[in-house]
């Protein structure tokens, strides 16, 4: 619950998701156990991968995939520009470089080919792509350049769980779902993703080397795993190389459990408010709207909109903010933040273009169309006023 009358996001939590609690809660199991091992079997065949790993946060998991990949010190990692600043931190964790690319534009704020290409140096070891909004990257140029450069290709799907990608080329496009599209793919199940559970994450792979290392850095580096010692399969352990805790534990799974076999029936929600907004706002005077022409699924995590300038970006925020309709933006350019300034080397100015003018609006599975069309009412009659006053 919220103050707000149209809130960001919200959950869509019943009594299914109760009653698995209440199932943890009588197991008398509460670590990583059968709940985990069953959401990850249950995610790995809806993504279509060989592994899932569950782990506490999508951080811990950006964390792990530089670790198993052996990303560390001297190594670059080119990144966009315009991200949550998660897998930068856990860049810097590791000891290595971020190396901040800009994205393709306004209407498309993904990483781009091109500047992934122009940032490549003897040092490179890995890009990250961030599938901004739940829309998939230009995956198809960037597999390219990272098999041409021998990259590790890692994906922060966070906003992206349920989307796929279009390969066009041949007569029909051919389609893959986000989490197969790399290296690794690092899912986040905090509470404000398509996929909330409170705290949570998954990394998915199609490689068993990636896989096994994965699992013994989630927990210490142990050789066996707490409820196999539990159920007498095992009594000792062996550490093999130096790990974290990172698990998951049977509460967040049984959620996760819950959550996953409603996403689709979610996604195709967002999807529809989606294209209602995008129908009331696209003849918006200066206004772009990313992503309009996409071809593929996106899991349409965010509305994004971008004003023409900064300052009506403040004034419809203000004037939305005032009729109960929470806003947020996403993402303040990485480069910019204190904590990146000596890693500011690059091109960003098309990231730092898009951070000073996106406006992110409410978006959730449970909101009406009646909410969507308050939303663009005040959104427009916010424009309309502060042009004339101009
Ligand atoms: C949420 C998010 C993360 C971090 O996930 P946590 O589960 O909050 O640690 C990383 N990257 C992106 C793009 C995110 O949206």
Not at 186 to 212: H, V, W, Y
Request: aromatic share 8%; with cysteine.
């Amino acid at each position: 619950m919220s103050d707000w009358q149209i809130p960001l996001s919200d959950l869509n939590y019943g009594a299914a998701e109760s009653r698995a609690v209440e199932r943890v809660l009588l197991s008398g199991w509460l670590s990583m156990g059968p709940e985990v091992q069953a959401f990850e079997t249950e995610f790995a065949d809806f993504i279509g991968t060989r592994h899932a790993i569950a782990v506490c946060n999508g951080t811990a998991a950006l964390h792990l995939a530089f670790c198993a990949l052996r990303v560390g010190n001297t190594d670059e990692v080119i990144q966009p520009a315009v991200n949550f600043v998660a897998a930068a931190n856990m860049t810097v964790a590791v000891g290595a470089t971020p190396v901040f690319a800009d994205i393709t534009g306004l209407e498309e704020p993904t990483i781009a080919p091109v500047e992934i290409e122009r940032n490549i140096s003897s040092k490179t070891r890995a890009v990250v792509v961030m599938h901004y909004g739940g829309y998939p990257c230009n995956m198809a140029a960037i597999k390219r350049l990272c098999e041409k450069y021998n990259l590790a290709l890692i994906e922060d799907a966070c906003h992206a769980v349920g989307a796929h990608y279009l390969y066009s080329g041949g007569n029909a496009p051919v389609g893959e779902m986000v989490g197969n599209l790399g290296d690794i793919a690092c899912f986040s199940f905090f509470s404000n993703k398509n996929l909330p559970i409170g705290e949570g994450g998954m990394i998915t792979t199609n490689r068993d080397d990636l896989a096994q290392e994965l699992r013994i850095l989630r927990s210490h580096g142990m050789s066996t795993m707490t409820w196999d010692r539990h159920k007498g399969h095992a009594h000792s352990y062996e550490v093999n190389t130096h790990g974290y805790n990172y698990r998951l534990d049977e509460i967040r799974a049984a959620l996760g459990r819950t959550q996953l076999p409603q996403l689709s029936a979610n996604n195709a929600r967002r999807k529809q408010l989606v294209l209602r907004y995008q129908a009331k706002l696209s003849s918006c005077p200066g206004w772009t709207i990313p992503f309009q022409n996409f071809a593929g699924d996106s899991a349409y995590h965010l509305m994004v909109v971008v004003a023409p300038t900064t300052e009506l970006r403040s004034q419809v925020a203000h004037c939305l903010r005032e009729n109960g309709i929470q806003t947020s933006m996403h993402y303040p350019c990485i480069s910019q933040f204190k904590a990146f300034a000596r890693f500011a080397h690059g091109n960003t100015n098309k990231s730092q273009l898009f951070s000073s003018r996106a406006l992110t609006l409410p978006l959730f599975p449970s909101m009406s169309t009646d909410q969507v069309d308050a939303v663009c009412f005040n959104l427009l009659d916010a424009v309309e006023r502060e042009t004339q006053r101009a």
